[in-house]
């Protein structure tokens, strides 16, 4: 078998991969440190125990979980609230069904996809989706997703989250949130966490992207619910020992790092407007938080081309779909980064 190869990171690059590629901040690195630490997966954590009560106590609910990963938040939400042959219902672009359906492979569960417009269900159509009779199989979970990533971070009206949860709570039927990027939403919104938590049962959030956290994830809902969701991580492999260490910086992430994220949305807007004003050949969504999409069909070259030329210039993208490059804002990205961004982008157009 060949070994797989990775092109290293140029130097002083405009990382515009993802916010995933965020470093934990010096108050993190003095956090972890200090922190107190047990055996989590024996008989806890105390520093991981005061992030998810934290967490769950920000989004209304009575108990958090930390995970590895928002994948496997979303992957125990699931599992503790459906039984196998049953379906989850997710707007047709959600995370959770195009990058994560192989949890399905786990669950026993259908994915039931609702088309929407920027990663809002239809209602109607959800409706439709509701209904029991006949040869339909049981629903047992609805999932939205906020901020939307296949949408461009694009965020749920309250409105329509409201919406939602009714429908499917007037059912007895669960919501769960794919809150990875929710304090975009929130900062977006100008609200709380939990004024967005409150129309779904159970909530993920990432805490390595914009939040700048190193690692890891928490679940939060009822509190039954996380038991049986904290079980089934340890079956996943996913429960682990000292981690204290990396829960303390997700307690910081969430203790601090919400209100900067303003600074990512202004550096995404910076970057559309740079790009749309280059030629109509290449044209920029309007972010609403901190992911921008660049459309490159008119360009005249691939994506593939664009990724490699860009990173020549010195600026990392990532295609996203056939003609679509995503670029995602954080907090090491400056106005002089977008700048410099915009430049290669223009460099690159007028080589093409």
């Excluded at 809150?179 to 900062?187: F, I, L, W």
Aim: glycine share 10%.
């Amino acid at each position: 078998m060949t070994e797989q190869t990775f092109a290293p990171r140029p130097a002083n690059a405009v990382d515009l991969r993802s916010d995933t590629v965020t470093l934990p901040t010096e108050a993190m690195y003095e956090r972890m440190r200090g922190a107190p630490i047990g055996d989590d997966a024996l008989d806890g954590d105390p520093t991981v125990r005061e992030l998810e009560a934290y967490v769950a106590a920000q989004l209304g609910k009575q108990a958090g979980l930390f995970v590895p990963s928002c994948t496997m938040a979303n992957l125990l939400a699931v599992l503790a609230q459906t039984q196998r042959n049953e379906q989850v219902i997710l707007e047709s672009t959600a995370h959770m069904y195009t990058s994560e359906r192989g949890a399905a492979t786990f669950t026993g569960v259908f994915y039931h996809c609702v088309p929407g417009a920027d990663g809002a269900m239809d209602l109607n159509r959800l409706e439709e989706a509701l209904l029991t009779e006949g040869m339909r199989l049981k629903t047992s979970l609805v999932a939205m997703e906020t901020t939307h990533n296949n949408a461009g971070g694009t965020v749920l009206p309250l409105d329509h989250m409201r919406s939602v949860y009714g429908m499917a709570n007037s059912r007895g039927i669960s919501v769960h949130l794919d809150g990875a990027r929710m304090y975009n939403a929130a900062v977006a919104l100008g609200v709380t966490p939990l004024d967005i938590a409150q129309h779904a049962d159970t909530v993920s959030l990432c805490l390595s992207k914009g939040l700048s956290a190193p690692v890891g994830a928490v679940l939060a809902g009822p509190r039954p619910l996380l038991a049986k969701a904290r079980t089934l991580r340890r079956m996943l492999g996913g429960a682990q020992r000292q981690a204290g260490i990396m829960g303390a910086a997700g307690l910081e992430a969430v203790q601090t790092m919400g209100g900067r994220l303003a600074e990512d949305h202004a550096t995404a807007a910076r970057l559309s407007e740079g790009l749309n004003r280059l030629h109509p050949r290449l044209s920029a969504t309007v972010p609403q938080t901190n992911i921008v999409q660049v459309e490159t069909a008119d360009s005249g070259m691939g994506n593939a081309q664009w990724v490699q030329a860009l990173a020549a210039e010195g600026v990392l993208t990532r295609p996203w779909g056939v003609t679509r490059l995503r670029c995602v804002t954080h907090r090491h990205i400056g106005a002089a980064d977008i700048d410099r961004a915009v430049q290669a982008f223009g460099r690159v157009l007028q080589a093409s």
